[in-house]
């Protein structure tokens, strides 16, 4: 019997002290502050998001005109070949035939090259401005002693989002 009340004393104080420890994670919990940051609607809105469109746009204006250009001028070649391909002797035609590919590929391997190097440098100013915003999400967090901050969730209380703050000071 006293090896019994022995073990059911010592499971006693063990179930104390797991209450007694979640308890106090739990008081911890309530001192905790979190908030919640739109990363994406950041990279949409703000001021900088919508400055590095803008010369992204003209950096590449022209690259994109002259593949328009291009475009249109291997539409016109096609229009004009299956226009005057059935009075063609087989020689032009096949030699027609021949540059009307050639232009489609060199067409082909511009827009290629010029989406990739647009892709680039849109990830490059989103680098730059998720860098920038990461920074004034640290300092408001710091500033209004927030101890977790929190990009993507399910579902969040509006009256923790601190988006509005980030974008009012990243246009500064």
């Given at each position: 019997m006293s090896q019994t009340f022995y073990i059911a004393r010592r499971l006693h104080y063990f179930y104390f002290l797991v209450l007694s420890l979640m308890c106090a994670s739990m008081a911890q919990a309530q001192?905790?502050?979190?908030?919640?940051?739109d990363g994406q609607r950041v990279l949409n809105e703000s001021l900088p998001a919508k400055v590095a469109t803008a010369k992204i746009k003209q950096e590449f204006s022209k690259?994109?005109?002259?593949?328009?250009?291009?475009n249109e001028q291997l539409r016109a070649a096609v229009r004009k070949f299956e226009k005057e391909a059935p009075t063609m002797n087989e020689?032009?035609?096949?030699r027609r035939q021949r540059e009307i590919s050639e232009m489609d590929q060199d067409f082909n391997r511009k827009q290629r090259?010029?989406?990739?190097?647009?892709?680039?440098?849109k990830q490059e100013e989103i680098n730059i401005?998720?860098?920038?915003?990461?920074?004034v999400?640290?300092?408001?967090?710091?500033?209004?002693?927030?101890?977790?901050v929190v990009q993507d969730a399910v579902f969040f209380n509006p009256r923790?989002?601190?988006?509005?703050?980030?974008l009012k000071a990243l246009a500064k």
């Open positions: 001192d905790i502050r979190v908030a919640f940051f690259r994109e005109k002259d593949l328009d250009e291009l020689l032009d035609r096949t090259i010029f989406s990739e190097d647009l892709g680039q440098r401005l998720a860098e920038r915003a990461q920074k999400v640290r300092q408001i967090a710091e500033a209004e002693k927030i101890d977790l923790i989002d601190i988006t509005d703050k980030v």
